[in-house]
Structure formats: structure tokens, C-alpha cells
């Protein structure tokens, strides 16, 4: 009885030891004759962040085995870039690697206080130095110094809500002077200035500045000044 439980025990080994065996035998025949390693990486999705980017952050090399790694490490390196919202890496056998990428969109402009305009994308992450390729079209939120995150998020959330107005849209708003003590004013590309303040029932003051627009436009008055600060009240320079 103990002589046949050792057998077994001898035999089982032995075919564990040459499964083992044949498995690597076959993983390095596989590589030596490249059937396992990275020939082609095809990158799809990337406009703004560049091929030679993505791959210095994967660090993939051609020849090399595609068994090294693992896909959802190569994914989360890619997504480092502020340009990416989300990679997908796939292995396709024998030989091919693909890398699909989204990236973010820009929303804005930004300079707090560098003079050094950068892309924002609508959550409030900087994405990169602005440039004429990439285009200079976008509001610009304009502070002395570095905002802080409650002033960032009222500033983006007045473009948000001005993306889908058909009263004053989103391409008609030139920029958004932040300042700590008074808060926010929206500079219009006609010149108009309408001073938001802090951040208080920005959907009510909203609602109120479209009846300012709308009661300017059907008298045909232009504004000069717009403050929507004050509770339930609207004070309102006219160009007379």
C-alpha cells in the first residue's frame, strides 16, 4: 500500500516536472521563431499625445517576448498622460500588440498668474502648454495666482452651463477674471462684463442674466455692466 501511494506520488511528479518542461520548451521554440514576440504595435485614438510618448511609457520593445508583461500595466503607464482618459492594450497573437487610446478633450484656456496659457479639460485638469497647432479658440480663465479649487470648479461649471445656452453660448464668452476676494467676472466676446462673485446659486443667477440679454436684445439696448451678485436683484450699466 505505501509502495504504490509512493509510486503515485513519483509518477504525478514526473508528469508535472514534464508538463513543465514541454511548456517551456514550446514558449522558447515559440519565441525563437517569433511567434510570441512584439513585431507590430499599432496605436489608434491619439491626436494630441504623440506615438513616440506612448511609447516611451510603455517601454514595449520590438523582438521582445509578449510574455513580459502585463496589459493592464501598460494601460495604467499610458494613462499617466494628462492627455489620456483611457487606454486599452491587447495582445494579438502570434505577434501584435494594439493600443487603443481616448484622449480628453480641451475645454479652456487657462493663466494663473505665469502668463503662460495652458489647456484645461472641463474636470479641471491642465493637459498641456497651449499652441497655435492645437488652437488658441477657447475661453481663457484668468487669475493672478493659482486658483483655488472651489473658485476653479465655479468658473468651469459657468462654461458648462453656458455650452448648451442659446442666450450667451459658450463661443460668445472671451474669459473669466478670478479674483479670491470678489470672485468671478465673465468678460463676453462683445465686451460686456457680467460679475458672478462667489460661488452662490449659480443656476438662479443664470436664470437672471438670460432675462437681462433677453429684455436688452427685444429693446435693443447693449449692456456695459451686468452684476448678478446681489440677491434677487440685477444691477445693469447701459450702453446709452
Known amino acids: ?14 508528469l508535472t516536472g ?11 521554440t515559440l519565441n525563437l521563431y517569433g511567434y510570441l514576440t512584439i513585431q507590430t ?11 513616440t510618448e506612448i511609447m516611451k511609457r510603455t517601454n514595449l520593445v520590438m523582438g521582445e517576448s509578449s510574455l513580459l508583461f502585463l496589459d493592464s500595466d501598460l494601460e495604467a503607464r499610458i494613462e499617466k498622460s494628462p492627455w489620456v482618459l483611457d487606454a486599452k492594450v491587447t495582445k494579438i497573437l502570434p ?9 480628453a478633450e480641451i475645454f479652456c484656456l487657462i493663466n494663473s498668474g ?12 491642465i493637459l498641456d502648454n497651449a499652441n497655435i497647432d492645437f488652437g488658441l479658440d477657447f475661453p481663457v480663465i484668468i487669475s493672478e495666482s493659482i486658483l483655488e479649487p472651489e473658485l476653479l470648479e465655479y468658473a468651469l461649471s459657468i462654461l458648462k452651463i453656458s ?7 459658450f463661443e460668445h464668452i472671451s474669459e473669466l477674471n478670478v479674483n479670491s476676494v470678489y470672485g468671478i467676472t465673465v468678460v463676453t466676446t462683445e465686451g460686456v462684463n457680467v460679475f458672478f ?7 438662479e443667477r443664470w436664470n437672471r442674466l438670460k432675462k437681462t440679454f433677453l429684455f436688452s436684445q427685444n429693446s435693443n439696448i447693449k449692456q456695459q455692466f451686468i452684476d448678478l451678485s446681489l440677491k434677487d436683484k440685477v444691477v445693469v450699466k447701459y450702453d446709452l
Open 41 to 51: 504595435i499599432k496605436i489608434e485614438g491619439n491626436f494630441r499625445v504623440s506615438q
Open 163 to 169: 455650452r448648451y445656452d442659446s442666450v450667451l453660448n
Open 197 to 203: 462673485g462667489l460661488g452662490e446659486d449659480l443656476e
Open 1 to 14: 500500500m505505501m509502495l504504490n501511494e509512493r509510486l503515485i506520488n513519483y509518477l504525478y511528479a514526473m
Open 114 to 125: 505665469d502668463n503662460n496659457l495652458k489647456y484645461m479639460s472641463d474636470s479641471g485638469i
Open 95 to 103: 505577434n501584435s500588440i494594439s493600443i487603443q487610446v481616448k484622449e
Open 18 to 28: 514534464s508538463i513543465m518542461l514541454t511548456g517551456i520548451l514550446l514558449v522558447f
